[in-house]
């Protein structure tokens, strides 16, 4: 276990605070380091107070992260190539979140006793699927939007053009297509990968600029950019067919496609789980659920770390 090296990448946009109770846990525990993304929109202040140093990275490249958009891609994409810069050989690299938290010790013996494993949930959608939709229509930029609200405009715009492509009626067809012999997965984003599958997935989009031009006008890419990469790669049938991270969807029509932000009341089924990280958590929301399992998992005493 000890010579098992494990980076994790996160993409952050808020808590700066929360980011760094997440980065204590998991930071300089014997091999492990972190890479971290700050979306552009953050104020340079918030930038400066995450905790950086020693296995802790901040990378300067910052891109502009929106929800549903390939920008997402483009950050994700960015933090493995400064992994792949690094020089370092990881034989694991874990996707998280700024609102992620570690919510079970033994992630490193876990991974140890099961190297060469893709941690990443998928599922394949047929044709016919009304999912297709999500990256054989050209979406607007207006539609690849969040909007709270379930009756806001260009929500109900996606909805039509959604409702529209099922009956057959694509008014914005996009112009590329799979490979040839490809199919089509999708699910959830986070996954935890060998180091070699993250340097196969850089030198087929580098080899192959048209993966991801297929996918610029596309609506919510990161539930299926890696997941259709990976599952028509040499590495498919190393995928577990679940991810390493707990979430809680919503119920109503308003967030019933997003992570609900965790309670105390959820840390029984959190824990109950099996999961090794858990999210979304939320400061302004719940700073209780936040140092329960800060206080309890992780690395406590990681090599310090200084502020930028």
């Given at each position: 276990m000890g010579d098992l090296r494990l980076a994790h990448i996160l993409l952050v946009h808020k808590n700066p605070e929360q980011v760094n109770a997440f980065v204590?846990?998991?930071?300089?525990?014997?091999?492990?380091?972190?890479?971290?993304?700050?979306?552009?929109?953050?104020?340079?202040?918030?930038?400066?107070?995450?905790?950086?140093?020693?296995?802790?990275?901040?990378?300067?490249?910052?891109?502009?992260?929106?929800?549903?958009?390939?920008?997402?891609?483009?950050?994700?994409?960015?933090?493995?190539?400064?992994?792949?810069?690094?020089?370092?050989?990881?034989?694991f690299i874990s996707l998280n979140s700024g609102q992620d938290l570690l919510v079970r010790d033994g992630l490193r013996e876990y991974l140890a006793a099961n190297r060469n494993r893709v941690f990443m949930s998928a599922r394949?959608?047929?044709?016919?699927?009304?999912?297709?939709?999500?990256?054989?229509?050209?979406?607007?930029?207006?539609?690849?939007?969040?909007?709270?609200?379930?009756?806001?405009?260009?929500?109900?715009?996606?909805?039509?053009?959604?409702?529209?492509?099922?009956?057959?009626?694509?008014?914005?067809?996009?112009?590329?297509?799979?490979?040839?012999?490809?199919?089509?997965?999708?699910?959830?984003?986070?996954?935890?990968?060998?180091?070699?599958?993250?340097?196969?997935?850089?030198?087929?989009?580098?080899?192959?600029?048209?993966?991801?031009?297929?996918?610029?006008?596309?609506l919510a890419p990161d539930e299926f950019f890696f997941t259709t990469l990976i599952m028509n790669s040499p590495y498919a049938a190393q995928v577990t067919g679940s991810h390493l991270t707990h979430l809680n969807f919503g119920r109503t029509l308003r967030d019933k496609n997003h992570p609900v932000v965790i309670t105390t009341e959820d840390i029984p089924t959190i824990e109950d789980s099996g999961r090794f990280f858990a999210r979304k958590f939320d400061q302004a929301v719940d700073e209780e659920a936040i140092r329960y399992f800060s206080d309890r998992y992780g690395n406590q005493n990681p090599e310090p770390n200084s502020a930028r």
């Open positions: 204590r846990q998991i930071a300089g525990d014997g091999g492990a380091d972190v890479y971290i993304h700050v979306d552009a929109k953050c104020h340079e202040a918030m930038v400066r107070a995450i905790a950086s140093g020693g296995s802790v990275s901040v990378l300067k490249e910052r891109v502009q992260v929106t929800w549903g958009d390939f920008n997402v891609i483009e950050a994700t994409l960015s933090l493995l190539r400064a992994v792949r810069a690094s020089g370092k050989a990881y034989d394949r959608i047929g044709p016919g699927d009304p999912q297709n939709s999500a990256w054989k229509i050209r979406w607007p930029r207006v539609t690849r939007n969040l909007y709270d609200s379930p009756f806001h405009p260009y929500r109900l715009l996606r909805a039509g053009l959604v409702r529209l492509y099922t009956f057959g009626l694509n008014l914005r067809p996009n112009p590329l297509a799979l490979p040839e012999g490809w199919n089509f997965y999708c699910d959830s984003q986070w996954l935890c990968m060998p180091g070699v599958t993250a340097d196969y997935i850089l030198d087929y989009v580098g080899q192959n600029p048209n993966y991801c031009r297929l996918f610029q006008d596309s």
